[in-house]
């Protein structure tokens, strides 16, 4: 008669994925911050898309600027949506609502002005 066994060091189950809503700051870093540091080619092409919108408002900001401001408005910003936080910011001396999206993985997708 054939015996089953399990099979160790085998893991079937993938473990849990993140919340997509970040922790307030008071419990800690979120995980947007431990992710962000490695943002792809492809969330960094779609953020770059949208640097001319804020550089008409002030031309002295950069792709690292324009990320620093996604990551603040992703940590401190309202959740409007799953993945979208939104929070009024100044840039170039305007108050401006700023929408930052995270994709699945928590990790900045998209920055922009709301309209």
Known sequence: ????RPLEG????APPR???ALAPAAEGL??????????SNNSLKHIAKHL??????DSSIT?????????????????????AFAKTVKV???????RAVLNSNNALRSV???Q
């Open 10 to 13: 085998w893991h079937f189950l």
């Open 1 to 4: 008669m054939l015996q089953l």
């Open 63 to 83: 792709m690292n600027k324009l990320v620093d401001i996604g990551t603040n408005v992703a940590q401190t910003g309202s959740q409007v949506a799953g993945n």
């Open 52 to 57: 001319d919108e804020f550089q008409k408002l």
């Open 30 to 39: 979120p995980l947007l911050r431990q992710v962000s540091q490695v943002l």
């Open 92 to 98: 170039g001396g305007r108050e401006v609502t700023v």
């Open 112 to 114: 922009h002005i709301l």
């Open 18 to 20: 993140p919340a997509t």
